[in-house]
């Protein structure tokens, strides 16, 4: 066995693995590792259509991995007194939008939960305005069956970082400084949610006096 074939079973092992990592970041990583074997095998062996592939395969994972920890930093800039979301980011992926633009609708089925990385969003029945650091479409998660409670509205253009609900479990699960975190925030809203009706009931019987 010379050295190219082992150099494409090191390229081989390292792809194969990939495919067994559950974090977006260390996958990436050995796709990279294993391209660039790749790429080293198929020219030392002078296939050049393989290098052409392989190239291909490897700037599609480097602009993946270098978007990943852009959000990264942005979501550590923007994090709320101190709380640590890096372990989410593997999972995350980048969406913007345009004021006006409307990311979810009331009784919409919830797929994604939303972190803003930076504008606002406006939370229509709630009279809500989310900024930079705010979770957004958490909710739907508790709901029995997993619709959206409210209607999203940007405010302004706003990028997000959007991560799935079965990622979401995930993280819920391996953070229980996470899963606080979330709960504190439902309490939070639901407080805010009962002041308001009661001062609106409130208002409505000042008036009808």
Known sequence: MDGIELLGYLAAVLLIASFFEQTMMQLRCLAIAGSL???ACAA????????ALCSVVLSINLY?????KRILREVKSASPLGLRLDFMIPGMGSVTAHRGHVL?????HAKMV???LSGSVRVADRGMVLGKGEMLGEMAMFTADGKRTDTAICATDVELAAIDESAMWRVLQDSPEFGLYLIRRLVGRSVSANAAGSANRGGVASLAA
């Open 44 to 51: 030392l062996a002078e296939v050049w259509p393989m290098v």
């Open 114 to 116: 939303y972190y803003i």
């Open 104 to 108: 979810f609708n009331k009784g919409d």
């Open 64 to 68: 993946r991995l270098w978007q990943a």
């Open 37 to 39: 074997a790749f790429i």
